[in-house]
């Protein structure tokens, strides 16, 4: 199986901040990998695919880039709304697999 | 637009069975992946799996082979997950998510259903 390992588990950042998070593949995965926020309570929402393609909708401060095994989430300007965490999963192979998560927390 | 609405709460005893509808609407069923995707209370994601509602097929994660069924009836544009021989580490948040692509992304969730195991 394909290991997905983030960083940081946790991010405190200010409403205004740039922030980067970070996902490492045990294997190359090409670019099949996404990204995902989730709020408390709620599905998880797929902002990038691709690992750089935004999802119709995504606001254009978030973008991803990365291929192979290292892949980065980028969130300039953060806003209120952004406070989640976030998740990335490669879906180059089955079984699909996540990295444990980056909680983005307000400063 | 896009929907996949999922089946209510469950409580179930250690050992019996769950099983989970998915309702989906706004496009075709029989022309997506359906996936299986748990949460346990303050965990992170755990893909389980997924199934072709056109052809049948499906594959999970090697964890929940043996105890995993993922159905779909295309009438009723539902898939269902069957887990069974439940233990209380299955009590969780488990959700669809339509698999978009030949390379199927998880690009949109249901709801969720809590399954709690208990005694």
């Known amino acids: 199986d394909v290991q997905m390992t983030q960083s940081p588990s946790t991010l405190s950042a200010s409403v205004g901040d740039k922030v980067t998070i970070t996902c490492r593949a045990s294997?190359?995965?090409?670019?099949?990998l996404a990204w995902f926020q989730q709020k408390p309570g709620k599905a998880p929402d797929l902002l990038i695919s691709k690992a750089s393609t935004l999802e119709s909708g995504v606001p254009s401060r978030f973008s991803g880039s990365g291929s192979g095994t290292e892949f980065t989430l980028t969130i300039t300007s953060l806003q209120p709304d952004d406070f989640a965490t976030y998740y990335c999963?490669?879906?180059?192979?089955?079984?699909?697999?996540f990295g444990q998560g980056t909680k983005l927390e307000i400063k | 637009q896009v929907q996949l609405v999922q089946s209510g709460a469950e409580v179930k005893k250690p050992g019996a069975s769950m099983k989970v509808s998915c309702e989906v609407s706004?496009?075709?069923?029989?022309?997506?992946?359906i996936h299986w995707v748990r949460q346990a209370t303050g965990q992170g994601l755990e893909w389980m799996g997924w199934?072709?509602?056109?052809?049948?097929?499906?594959d999970s994660a090697q964890k929940f082979q043996g105890r995993i069924t993922m159905t779909g009836n295309t009438s009723l544009r539902t898939a269902y997950l069957e887990l069974t021989s439940l233990r209380s580490e299955d009590t969780a948040v488990y959700y669809c998510?339509?698999?978009?692509?030949?390379?199927?992304?998880?690009?949109?969730w249901g709801q969720g259903t809590l399954v709690t195991v208990s005694s």
């Open positions: 999963q490669q879906y180059h192979g089955f079984p699909y697999t």
């Open positions: 998510a339509r698999g978009r692509g030949a390379v199927a992304v998880p690009d949109s």
């Open positions: 706004g496009y075709t069923f029989t022309s997506y992946d």
């Open positions: 199934m072709n509602p056109n052809s049948g097929n499906s």
């Open positions: 294997q190359t995965i090409g670019t099949w």
